[in-house]
């Protein structure tokens, strides 16, 4: 957590004339930026922090004058509450098989239809991406009717298929990674191949994809999330009560618990931890990643 | 070998003057490669908007057979005061939740680009809440700001003052959603700056301290006109994923028929177009009726994107 070790940190360094100036400046600038964010990280923590106070306590602390701000000691309960309400693990299974199978081939059709895009030149290339940008600005509630009538028709509502299937390439990623993988990718290693008669895939599943691997990690966890999170498209779609992502079995328990606020909040808390979990691992890479595609873009 | 060189190589590989119908068979690679997206979108994207066009301009609740309205949705759509209350909630929402939060993310991509000790740490925070489950925030935004036993009310009776109709009046329901929306997003603006602010030129800022320029009038004179394509890119982001909450409302107010007085909150004074959308579609399976509010919720989404693109694009001249 040094500056040093920051790569970001590392491009802000100003030219200044002296260590010790900059340092005097930094200093004198500092103390109201600290506070501002520190007041920030206070802010965007305290409703995790709160959720689990909540529950971790009886329905009786929740209206208790003045509110309690620590944790009690009925965490397990309230858990156990869940268990019994909604089919957490199951849901939690649903929500990991839709989020991994998209993730997986968005990632793969995305940067494979973007190396094309981004690296060659082919006819009506220039159409295809125009029309790529435009069924970008397609609010997605145009096509939420017809497309939960096409699921019935196949015999798709209700199953995972319904979520995984059309989510597997989208717009934003294609865009995103042309983006990235025009900067990226050099143009000379390209020529090189193709002279040494090295064919399109070849050229993508040796060169360009090596190269491009931290676009796809901010790729990756973008989508991950977004598939986790998704909560529209599951709660139109799914109409089985039994088989929910752990998001719509999440509003189940809202609505079934309605005056049990402890328990809604154990289910709240317990759907937001492996997901946190797995942002602390990969926020490093994240955080340097957005910002490096973001300048990029 | 220079970039353009080296593509124009590409292309005279692909597409040798004359001979276009070859180029087409010899490009087969890429086409394979673009194919899926486009494969997906025509069955599960085009279809469906094709088909809401049509269903439009017809009665039907998914049993009974389809019966053909004409313009009756439409016009019905033109008349109905709950829709024009949907319409005039989401903008009000909008703008309670945009510009502060486009506001405050400023100043905190200032304060992070001030600061260097702890930097990867504060972005990791603010940028925690986007990637949080709406659903999960917005019940602990329930159960904090309920009228009677939520923490915020409790603690404005605690220092002596009143507490606030959260839930149940007009002006504090809209705050209350334009408070989860900021929350959730203003950290991920935040960094979307930074990151503008980390490619600006020094020697810009060089140049302003020599004219004299103080810190304040350095900010607004020198990086934020710099900022202008990451602002317009998070101004038009706002504007089409503000104008089309929807998770908020339904979860903070979790209730069923549009028809319901309450459908929304209170007074439906929560109750946004994609909401009452998705109450006329999907709980009172008026397909049709729906399908009519969806091309309502694009035309006013499409609008406002291309009205805010002008104004914050013609700043530049």
């Not at chain 1, 599943?205 to 529209?232: E, K, M, Q, S």
């Not at chain 2, 909450?245 to 109750?271: D, H, K, R, Y």
């Not at chain 2, 009172?284 to 729906?290: D, I, L």
Request: hydrophobic fraction near 55%.
């Amino acid at each position: 957590m040094t500056a040093t070790a920051d790569p970001a940190a590392r491009i802000a360094t100003p030219p200044l004339p002296t260590k010790v100036a900059r340092r005097q400046r930094v200093r004198n600038r500092n103390g109201w930026a600290h506070a501002i964010l520190i007041l920030a990280s206070l802010t965007m923590i305290f409703p995790f922090y709160f959720t689990f106070v909540l529950a971790s306590r009886t329905n009786e602390d929740f209206f208790a004058s003045p509110p309690k701000l620590i944790p009690g000691t009925h965490f397990l309960d309230n858990v156990r509450q869940v268990f019994s309400s909604i089919d957490f693990f199951g849901s939690m299974l649903n929500t990991v098989i839709v989020a991994l199978s998209v993730t997986a081939l968005v990632l793969f059709f995305d940067s494979l239809a973007a190396f094309a895009f981004a690296k060659y030149d082919f006819p009506a290339k220039r159409a295809l991406f125009g029309l790529l940008l435009l069924f970008f600005m397609l609010p997605a509630q145009l096509s939420a009717v017809p497309q939960f009538i096409t699921m019935i028709h196949i015999g798709w509502a209700g199953s995972l298929k319904a979520l995984i299937v059309p989510a597997a390439a989208n717009a934003f990623g294609i865009f995103w990674m042309r983006q990235y993988i025009s900067g990226a990718v050099p143009d000379e290693l390209l020529d090189a191949a193709t002279i040494d008669g090295c064919g399109f895939f070849r050229q993508y599943a040796y060169i360009a994809l090596p190269i491009i691997r931290p676009g796809l990690g901010f790729l990756g966890i973008y989508t991950f999330v977004g598939a986790w999170n998704d909560f529209v498209w599951p709660l139109i779609v799914l109409t089985n009560p039994g088989h929910l992502t752990l998001q719509v079995a999440l509003a189940q328990l809202n609505s079934v618990h309605s005056t049990d606020h402890n328990i809604v909040m154990a289910g709240s808390f317990l759907a937001i931890i492996p997901l946190l979990i797995a942002f602390l691992i990969f926020a490093r890479q994240f955080v340097a990643d957005a910002v490096a595609g973001a300048v990029r873009g | 070998m220079s970039p353009a060189s080296s593509k124009l190589l590409r292309r005279a590989r692909a597409e040798r003057p004359g001979a276009r119908r070859g180029a087409v068979l010899r490009a087969w690679p890429q086409y394979l490669a673009v194919s899926p997206f486009y494969l997906l979108f025509a069955v599960f994207g085009l279809l469906p908007v094709l088909f809401s066009a049509w269903l439009a301009f017809h009665f039907w609740n998914g049993l009974t057979p389809v019966t053909p309205a004409g313009l009756q949705q439409f016009k019905f759509l033109a008349d109905d005061l709950v829709f024009r209350r949907a319409v005039v909630n989401t903008l009000i929402i909008w703008v309670l939740a945009t510009v502060p939060m486009l506001l405050i993310s400023l100043g905190l991509a200032a304060a992070l680009n001030a600061v260097r000790r702890f930097r990867l740490f504060y972005q990791i925070v603010l940028f925690l809440p986007s990637v949080t489950s709406i659903v999960a925030i917005a019940i602990f935004f329930k159960a904090a700001f309920n009228d009677q036993i939520g923490l915020v009310n409790v603690t404005l009776r605690a220092i002596g003052l009143h507490g606030i109709g959260w839930m149940t009046e007009y002006w504090p329901i809209k705050i209350l959603i334009a408070a989860l929306m900021t929350w959730q997003w203003v950290g991920y603006n935040a960094i979307i700056y930074f990151a503008g602010m980390q490619a600006i030129p020094s020697d810009i800022y060089e140049a302003a301290k020599i004219d004299g320029a103080g810190a304040f009038r350095t900010f607004w004179s020198v990086t934020v006109p710099m900022l202008r394509p990451v602002l317009i890119f998070t101004v038009v982001i706002s504007t089409i994923t503000g104008l089309q909450s929807f998770t908020e409302p339904q979860v903070i107010f979790s209730s069923n028929a549009a028809i319901n007085p309450n459908s929304g909150g209170p007074g439906q004074a929560g109750l946004t177009m994609v909401l009452y959308f998705y109450q006329q579609a999907f709980t009172n399976n008026n397909f049709g009726y729906g399908a009519a509010i969806a091309y309502g919720v694009f035309a006013i989404v499409a609008l406002f994107a291309l009205i805010n693109w002008r104004i914050v694009a013609r700043r530049e001249s």
